[in-house]
């Protein structure tokens, strides 16, 4: 079997001699249709993903058609076309327990903790994949992505009526406000990238856009006629961006933090606590956001195509790693296909 295995730190290695998986009970054997290349992918190939262990085989936004799979409470068959949620909870754990699967104290994500989809089959538990079959492979491998984005929106609780700061026009971003704006919010969107900007607006259908390097608390106080935002999202994984981000929530507001960044982030405790202040974190995603994201997609409120802006077969991949790192590439979402 055929697949890419990051063997070490900066360096990918195609592979023809995988071992095949094996249907064990409860699971199925899938064959993978497309891999989306995400920005844990990026950091685990410059060997900046804390906890990472080499060698690894990466690939954790999937589609896949179902080749084996026993008798199932889903109803899943052989030929269905589903979308993999790549993260393997434990079930027993209080927070598996108490529905919050997104946040297992024993988290192992699949091809960060444990070898993923950057190979031609792969067996899966049956209760990690969600039938896809009203999309077509490259949306069903994009509901990851976009799902972390609709966790951090139900997260922050923004809907109809409300105005969301969110702040990184990444991939995560921009789905960040794509599910705001699905949600029925309105969207101030910003970044230190014009261009960015821009796609925000247009694809995202951001209102406003505002450059974080030009004197950005003037603007929102002019935005918002000094009450600031009820909803702050920061998607930027920069510490630097992640305590700013305290200037520009409003009285009763929530800053919800999607973006990850190692190392401490200090607040001014009058302005918190002036402001009755909620600070959260978003980690993941659950089916139900997987769900929300396949809807907003199904009922054409999301264009995936728009959101793709690399892709390349199989085989190319290795070849092509190297320049989608370059800031010039432009990448916002590189997509692998697997036929």
Not at 59 to 82: F, M, P, R, W
Not at 273 to 283: F, I, K, L, N, Y
Not at 292 to 300: E, H, T
Request: hydrophobic share 40%.
């Amino acid at each position: 079997m055929k697949g890419i295995v990051c063997e070490e730190i900066g360096r990918f290695a195609y592979r023809e001699d995988l071992p095949e998986p094996t249907l064990e009970a409860g699971h199925a054997v899938v064959r993978i249709r497309r891999i989306g290349i995400c920005g844990t992918d990026l950091h685990a190939y410059r060997g900046n993903q804390p906890y990472f262990v080499y060698p690894r085989i990466l690939g954790h936004e999937l589609s896949a058609t179902i080749e084996q799979i026993g008798e199932n409470a889903e109803g899943l068959q052989a030929g269905d076309l589903v979308s993999i949620i790549p993260y393997l909870h434990c079930g027993t754990c209080r927070a598996c327990r108490s529905g919050l699967t997104n946040c297992c104290r024993n988290m192992r994500v699949f091809g960060v903790h444990v070898d993923g989809g950057m190979r031609e089959r792969v067996s899966i538990p049956v209760a990690n994949l969600l039938r896809a079959d009203k999309l077509n492979a490259d949306q069903a491998a994009m509901l990851e992505p976009l799902a972390i984005g609709a966790h951090a929106v139900r997260r922050s609780s923004a809907g109809e009526g409300d105005t969301v700061l969110v702040i990184g026009a990444g991939p995560i971003g921009l789905g960040v406000m794509a599910m705001a704006r699905f949600a029925g919010a309105s969207v101030v969107a910003m970044d230190v990238n014009d261009e960015r900007l821009a796609f925000a607006q247009e694809w995202a259908s951001a209102e406003h856009a505002v450059n974080a390097l030009q004197e950005p608390e003037q603007a929102l106080d002019r935005l918002t006629d000094g009450d600031f935002f009820t909803h702050v999202i920061d998607s930027t994984g920069s510490l630097a961006s992640m305590q700013a981000a305290f200037g520009y929530v409003g009285h009763g507001g929530t800053l919800t933090y999607v973006g990850l960044a190692k190392g401490t982030v200090t607040f001014d405790d009058p302005h918190f606590h002036a402001r009755e202040m909620t600070v959260q974190g978003s980690r993941n995603a659950t089916r139900e956001d997987f769900a929300r994201v396949l809807d907003a997609i199904g009922s054409g409120h999301l264009d995936v195509n728009g959101y793709i802006s690399h892709r390349c077969a199989f085989e190319e991949m290795v070849g092509r790693f190297e320049d989608w790192l370059r800031p010039e590439s432009k990448l916002i979402k590189a997509i692998v296909e697997m036929d």
